[in-house]
């Protein structure tokens, strides 16, 4: 069989939904998750800059959260909606390759963004008298800096290997988007050392990550089984309930993609996994972290108020 290569015509997406009236309310629905994320996100992260009372290292780390959905979200649903619309399924070699890096740019530095975020509420409940030094302004930086940086090495490193090994079975891509694991088959070459790498790589970004979410929020929660007010043990729990409900939605599904071998994955099963994390996550991460928070309306409020007074 001969080779294909970088050289050559461009990859086909084989996408998500089906060419027919389903699809097309399926892909209403999906746009529709997309404008809500876009709106949700990109406010947040205007709110936090305009308003002086949000600028502490909790909100500054919700503020990269937003920004970093706003990305990932549209690293991929646009250019699934216009193959859809259009009738075209083809991606550009560098087009590929751009998906690919700010992709996993964004689901690294994510997952290493919502393990900080656990660690400043761990902090904040269970040591309150050392979160000013342990939490300052300076470690906020260190850690929002450390997760784009290293989330933006390893995708660099993935996606320049992506693209030099030699695919020769298909141009054809069974994915909504240029993926890791859905690209593997593709190769004319064992791939077997480098699918280890990517085991390692997830191992390292989102499941060690989310082993210490678990272990903050159980000690969290400890602390929080503890407290004598039983209105702020309710209201604790609730919360804690709520993110850690979230966070499985972003990192079950997309270690579970990740770490499995390829003689048990499924085309199928992998694409409707990816929605969660790179759909519904990013929309759901600014309501549950930001909408419910009691600051964060006041800070709406305050915000909204000093525009209406700028109008009179």
Avoid at 45 to 57: N, R, V
Wanted: glycine fraction near 4%; charged fraction near 15%.
């Amino acid at each position: 069989m001969e080779k294909w290569n970088q050289t050559s015509n461009d990859f086909i997406l084989l996408g998500l939904l089906p060419q027919n009236h389903t699809g097309l309310l399926l892909l209403l629905l999906i746009i529709s998750v997309f404008v809500l994320a876009c709106l949700g996100n990109s406010g947040m992260t205007t709110l936090i800059f305009l308003d002086p009372q949000l600028h502490t290292p909790m909100y500054f780390l919700l503020s990269q959260l937003s920004l970093m959905d706003l990305m990932y979200i549209s690293s991929t649903v646009p250019k699934m909606t216009y193959n859809f619309l259009s009738g075209q399924k083809s991606i550009s070699f560098l087009g590929c390759a751009m998906q690919i890096f700010f992709f996993i740019t964004m689901g690294c530095s994510e997952g290493l963004l919502l393990a900080s975020m656990a660690y400043d509420r761990f902090v904040a409940i269970c040591h309150p008298l050392h979160y000013p030094i342990r939490m300052s302004k300076r470690v906020c930086v260190k850690m929002i800096l450390g997760s784009w940086t290293l989330g933006s090495i390893n995708s660099l490193a993935h996606t320049i290997y992506t693209f030099q090994i030699p695919y020769c079975r298909s141009r054809e891509i069974n994915h909504f988007f240029c993926d890791i694991p859905a690209m593997m088959p593709l190769a004319c070459m064992d791939t077997w050392v480098y699918e280890y790498m990517v085991f390692v790589s997830t191992t390292l970004f989102l499941f060690l990550p989310f082993l210490g979410i678990m272990v903050s929020y159980g000690r969290v929660l400890f602390a929080v089984f503890h407290m004598r007010s039983k209105e702020g043990r309710k209201k604790a729990f609730t919360t804690c309930a709520t993110h850690l409900t979230v966070v499985t939605f972003y990192y079950a599904p997309f270690v579970y993609t990740y770490l499995r071998p390829r003689s048990l994955r499924s085309p199928e099963e992998d694409k409707i996994l990816a929605v969660f994390y790179s759909v519904l996550t990013p929309m759901l991460n600014p309501i549950v972290y930001s909408l419910r928070n009691k600051e964060v309306l006041g800070a709406m409020r305050r915000v909204w108020g000093m525009f209406s007074s700028r109008k009179k």
